[in-house]
C-alpha cells in the first residue's frame, strides 16, 4: 500500500512554512487556520487521487465565481451561511436565550440606505404587476412589550425575481424600505407579493448545482433586518405559503416559524377600505427581540456589501 504522503515529514515541514506556524511574528490565530485549511486541501487532493487538470479546472472555477461577483450566491448554495447561523443559535442556547423569532441567513442583495418612514410604508410604485401584499405586526421583546423606535428594513424581489440595485429595469430602493415602528411597536407596508427566483442559470454557482444534481431554486420570500437599541439585530426572511420551494430553499433559509399563512381578502367592502380594485394578500408577522447580551456573541455582522 502507497504510504500516505500527509503523513511524511516533508509534508508536514511544508504546511508548516506556507503557514509560518512556529515562526515569530504574524498574526497567530491566522496561521493556525491556513495551516488546518492548506491541510485539510491536501489531504483531500491525497484522498481523492485528484489529478493536476482537476485540480487546475478547481482554480479557475473559482477565479469565475469571484469574477460573476457569485460569492454571495455560492456561500448560501454550500450551506455555509446556514452553518454561521446555527452556530449562532447553539451559542445564544449556551448563552440561555430562548425563544424570540428565529434568524435566517441575510443573502447577498441588501442594500444601505433605503427610504426610512414612521409606522407604515409602500414598498412598490405601483408599476410592479403582481397580487397586492399588507404586511403587519409588532415588534416586542420576549415579554411582549412593544418596542417602539425599532427599524424593521424590509427588501424583496419583484415577480420577475429580481432586487433593485441589481435588476437594472427597477428604479432605485424598490421593494426596499426601512420602517420604523409606532409607539405600539407596529409597522405596516403595502408591497406587492414577490416571487421566487433561482441562480443565474449561466452561472458558476448553477454550473456547480449541475454537477451536484441540485437545482438553485429559491422560494419566495421577504428579508428583513430589525434594529432597536438595546436589542440584538435580528436578520431573518418570512417565506411565501405555498411556493413549490418552500421546503426545497437552494439556500437552506427555510425555517420554522418563518412561514406565516397568507390570507387571501377577496370582499368587497375590504377591497373599497384598501382603495383597491381586485382580491390582495395580507400576512400578519410579528417580530420578536431578544435584549442585547455579552454573553452571546454580537450579532451585527459587518460583511461587503454592493453600493446602494
Ligand atoms: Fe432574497
Redesign the pocket.
Known sequence: MTESLMETKPVKDLLMKVSALGADGGDVRLKRIVHRVVSDLFRTIEEFDVQPDEFWSAMAYLTRVGQANEIGLLVPGLGLETFLDMRLDQAEQQAGLEGGTPRTIE?P?WLEGAPLSVGEARLDDGSEQGEVLFMQGQVRDLNGKPVAGAVVDVW??NTKGG?SGFDPSQPKYNLRRRIQTDAEGRYVFRSILPSG?ACPPDGPTQQLLDVLGRHGH?PA?I?FFVVAPGYRKLTT?INIDGDEYLHDDFAFATRDGLIPSVKRVSDAASIHEKGLNAPYAEIDFDFVLHAETAAAPKTVVERAHAPA
Do not use: I
Request: overall charge positive.
Open positions: 443573502g442583495l424583496h424581489a432586487y427566483y429559491r420570500h428579508h426572511q
